[in-house]
């Protein structure tokens, strides 16, 4: 029989073991989010496709996503679906939504393709953290990071891919990332399963939505996150065509904005960790505001930056994306924790349906904006109201009695 110690160290190595799987397989299913944006221009010459359409490849996923999502929410799906089922076949759709813009034969039929792209997505990542939280009571919010660092490397991944293929076809950055969601795939049916800190099992009921939305304390973490949201992906999606842009003012060959897109987004895995372990350690919302005035300063400097010496382009643009999403993990770990229990997953999903749509509009203005200047230098300071927005709602949220159930006190 088994000593106690014994036991919970068993019980250590394997939450521990579920988070390392699970990171590997969001790694290689999140690759499908930006495939297409890192091949942009490929993707426009093959479809005689102009700049506006070609917004709407990005765009159609964070649409997606948010159908996806909202959808889930409102039928309860991440509280009665087990996740392992929901997490694969989702990973699977993807892949094969995504494998099929290799025959799509129109702009038209692709932008339908990542619409349905982003659907698939939202049946990932909504679900990973519900599982993840099962595991971890303490260490919660570094967790949760290395969850979304996870999804940030999947996300950077194809800029990589782009970057070291520039003289291959562009089929081998669908191909490629197709199969890494398929792996991904095959990886959350055997390992995404709940661990001892299971919530409680929900029956449909859509009364669960209105719940959510008069809880003042989640609704607060919300808030904060929506302002997060309408800097994050926005900086995501344009950044590749921002560098190029500044690469131009340095007379520096603009085939390198890939790799050094790749290295600002991939950087924001190291504020994933930091992150989570300043989240456990000073309290979350200390720690989103934290982030969020750093990345907020950021958007407003990186247009003094543009035409600045390249080194200080790249350190401020490092910069941006290590805190850009550094606190993403903390807004979803403070649901999880002054949510109601058999809505958790309910909630994450409607925090991150509503989230994601706002992503929608900022992506879509940003690339207006940079037309109507024309130049992109000064575009990116539309962002910075967001993560301000951001900031004020964690203070808020910091001074509620509820707070105190955050971290375990660690507000």
Not at 1 to 11: H, I, W
Not at 216 to 243: Q, R, S
Not at 260 to 266: D, E, G, H, N, R
């Amino acid at each position: 029989m088994l000593m106690k110690s014994d036991a919970d160290r068993q019980a250590v190595h394997g939450q521990w073991q579920v988070l390392a799987i699970l990171s590997l397989a969001i790694v290689l299913s999140m690759t499908t989010w930006f495939s297409a944006t890192a091949i942009i221009n490929e993707l426009k010459e093959t479809w005689a496709i102009d700049g506006a359409a070609a917004a709407w490849l990005t765009n159609a996923v964070q649409i997606g996503f948010v159908v996806g999502a909202l959808g889930a929410s409102l039928l309860n799906i991440p509280d009665i679906v087990p996740a392992r089922w929901l997490m694969a076949i989702s990973a699977c759709l993807a892949a094969a939504a995504n494998l099929a813009l290799l025959i799509a034969p129109s702009g038209e039929v692709a932008i339908a393709l990542r619409f349905v792209t982003g659907i698939a997505l939202a049946g990932i990542y909504p679900p990973a953290l519900k599982v993840i939280s099962t595991w971890f009571l303490h260490g919660r919010g570094l967790a949760l990071g290395i969850v979304i660092g996870a999804l940030t490397l999947g996300s950077a991944f194809p800029h990589l891919l782009r970057a070291v293929t520039s003289d291959l076809n562009w089929k081998l950055v669908v191909a490629a990332t197709s199969g890494m969601t398929l792996l991904g795939a095959l990886l959350m049916a055997r390992f995404a399963v709940e661990g001892p800190h299971r919530y409680a099992r929900a029956t449909f009921d859509p009364r669960q939505i209105g719940r959510v939305l008069r809880n003042k304390p989640v609704m607060l973490a919300n808030i904060g996150y929506f302002g997060h949201m309408w800097e994050l992906y926005a900086m995501w999606g344009w950044f590749l065509a921002f560098a190029q842009a500044a690469l131009v003012q340095h007379n520096v060959d603009t085939s390198y904005a890939s790799m050094i897109t790749f290295v600002v987004v991939a950087s924001g895995v190291v504020g994933c960790v930091l992150g989570g372990v300043m989240a456990d350690r000073i309290g979350r919302t200390a720690t989103t505001a934290l982030m969020m005035v750093v990345s907020g300063l950021c958007a407003l400097l990186i247009g003094f930056a543009f035409d600045a010496p390249l080194w200080v382009f790249l350190t401020v643009a490092i910069i941006w994306g290590i805190s850009v999403i550094g606190d993403s993990a903390q807004f979803s770990a403070i649901v999880t924790e002054i949510g109601e229990s058999s809505s958790v997953g309910t909630a994450l999903a409607l925090q991150l349906g509503l989230g994601f749509a706002l992503t929608v509009i900022a992506i879509r203005v940003v690339p207006e904006i940079a037309a109507a200047m024309g130049s992109w230098q000064w575009t990116f300071l539309v962002l910075v109201p967001g993560p301000f927005i951001g900031v004020i709602a964690m203070l808020m949220l910091r001074r509620m009695p509820d707070a105190i159930k955050i971290a375990h006190g660690r507000k």
